[in-house]
């Protein structure tokens, strides 16, 4: 499986932006796929995740009601809605899929794309 995030680039507080994970398979019914940012000396951590069938989410506290997970069934693309953007939300985002169930943790990923860079100036 091989992932492409794009979508990343340079955007004012309060501004917004959408991130795309494409796949060179169909993820829906297959792969959770999951959402982690990185920002210079910081753990990667996970945003947001989605399951396998898209019945269920998870999100990290820090972008609960600002970014939203989804899944594009017929183009095997998985995007992340992210509004309200907050200088912290600056990192480097990656997409990764997953063959077992959704989870938050990197370990639990077997796949993963290139970063896409978000910044968010004040």
């Known amino acids: 499986v091989q992932l492409q995030a794009s979508g990343g680039g340079l955007v004012q507080a309060g501004g917004s932006l959408r991130l795309s994970c494409a796949a060179s398979?169909?993820?829906?019914?297959?792969?959770?796929t999951g959402w982690f940012r990185q920002a210079p000396g910081k753990e990667r951590e996970c945003v947001a995740a989605i399951s396998r069938r898209s019945d269920s989410r998870k999100y990290a506290d820090s972008v609960k009601g600002r970014f939203t997970i989804s899944r594009d069934y017929a183009k095997t693309t998985v995007y992340l809605q992210m509004n309200s953007l907050k200088p912290e939300d600056t990192a480097v985002y990656y997409c990764?899929?997953?063959?077992?169930?959704?989870?938050?943790?990197?370990?639990?990923?077997?796949?993963w794309g290139q970063g896409t860079q978000v910044t968010v100036s004040s």
């Open positions: 398979v169909r993820t829906g019914s297959s792969f959770a």
């Open positions: 990764a899929a997953s063959a077992g169930v959704i989870t938050t943790t990197p370990n639990g990923y077997h796949y």
